[in-house]
């Protein structure tokens, strides 16, 4: 029985650069609520929040950035270099974590809740776990990842790879281990057989949604006499093949169904249907309680004032059970030219800098893909590390 009453929790843990959250981004598309911990870590020290000055006072000011803000990645070079400073910063940072952990799964619907955690293992988060996955992949593909995804030279790659140790007692304290040698299908279908057999029931979240919306003439008041038959439903692997055939036609080029399984491993999708057609898509992504809608198509016989409303409200539900405080929204400049539309529908212009946020800053910065205009739209004013 877990610490949260009704709630069925769990804990993905393993070595840097396997997969983590890729295996967590699989289990909310099964209907889970992903909660990842390293990065509310990295919230816990932003500046503003509670285990800022905690850290400047244990480590010294030459850890600041010109902007005062901690700089994350010379911290990590001295923690990874020091196992007595990791468990001093761990020591500030793990009880904030906990309790921003314990904040989001109170207020989530969902019955399942998978928390990603490094050092799992290691903290408290262990004992209010019910199943614990561990996931698992060859060294030179973890070091793939990090010179890839996160940017580190070589030396640092395996200085962090090595700081972590052989996952061997990891993988003996695991109720599950799910082998991700690089491949989203093999993964998934591990990740399938694993949820059938330790979830007590299924998450719920996961049947379509249908809905119908006014032609364009409404949303600007003018009079209408028929509605546009238009169909969100929130779309899985299951139709990465739809998906891909829509992508290829929009984009005008070959895009394949491994494309999409890949991607996937990062974001969700929202499929606009006409009857069976598929006539738009969004893709979108959570991470550190911000949503990031990279991808936002139409076929061009939907309105966008028609469309728009109906995908993103979808987009802003499915957000605010995910516990956002904003949504950026990455558009082409002529799409960010309907100014009234994007008013009426809550999102102002914005430049990354702009954003109150250090966390917001980052997520546009990381986000925005080239020769678009960020809009943005705070979902909810309480944070969850507030300042003590």
């Given amino acids: 029985m877990s610490t949260w009453p009704g709630k069925f929790v769990i804990g993905i843990t393993g070595n840097i650069g396997t997969g983590k959250s890729v295996v967590r981004k699989m289990l909310e598309h099964l209907g889970a609520y992903g909660i990842d911990a390293d990065a509310l870590g990295h919230r816990a020290i932003a500046k503003g929040a509670p285990g800022y000055q905690p850290v ?73 776990c019910d199943s614990i996955w561990v996931v698992a992949a060859p060294p030179e593909a973890q070091l793939a990842r990090l010179l890839k995804k996160r940017g580190m030279n070589r030396a640092e790659a395996e200085q962090r790879i090595k700081a972590q140790g052989s996952p061997g007692a990891k993988i003996a304290a695991a109720d599950v281990v799910i082998y991700n040698d690089g491949s989203f299908e093999k993964t998934w279908e591990q990740v399938k057989k694993a949820w059938k057999l330790v979830v007590p029931q299924k998450a719920e979240g996961t049947r379509p949604i249908t809905l119908a919306v006014q032609r364009a003439e409404a949303l600007k008041g003018e009079p209408h006499t028929a509605t546009v038959p238009l169909k969100v439903k929130k779309a899985g692997p299951k139709q990465a093949g739809e998906i891909a055939a829509f992508l290829s036609r929009i984009r005008g080029q ?56 109906l995908m993103l409200t979808e987009m802003e539900r499915g957000s605010k059970e995910l516990q956002c405080e904003a949504a950026l929204l990455f558009v082409p400049p002529a799409m960010a030219q309907q100014t009234a539309l994007w008013k009426q529908l809550g999102y102002t212009p914005r430049k990354p800098e702009n954003l ?20 943005f739209k705070q979902l909810r004013q309480d944070r969850v590390l507030q300042p003590l």
Avoid at 59 to 77: H, S, V
Avoid at 357 to 374: C, G, I, K, Y
């Fill in 356 to 375: 109150g946020m250090r966390a917001w800053q980052e997520a546009a910065r990381e986000s925005q893909p080239p020769d678009t205009v960020l809009l």
């Fill in 254 to 309: 070959t895009v394949s169904r491994a494309d999409v399984l890949a991607a996937f491993g990062e974001k969700a999708y929202l499929l606009l249907y006409r009857g069976d057609e598929v006539v738009g898509l969004l893709g979108w992504q959570v991470e550190n309680l911000v949503s990031r809608i990279n991808e936002f198509h139409l076929a061009d016989a939907v309105p966008l004032t028609a469309a728009a409303p």
């Fill in 56 to 128: 400047v006072d244990t480590f010294g000011q030459w850890i600041l950035a010109p902007n005062g803000e901690i700089d994350r990645r010379k911290l990590g070079r001295l923690a990874f270099a020091d196992p007595e400073i990791m468990r001093q910063l761990e020591t500030i940072i793990h009880p904030l974590v906990g309790q921003a952990v314990d904040w989001l799964v109170r207020r989530s619907p969902k019955q399942v809740i998978a928390i990603e955690a490094i050092k799992l293992l290691e903290s408290d988060l262990r004992k209010h």
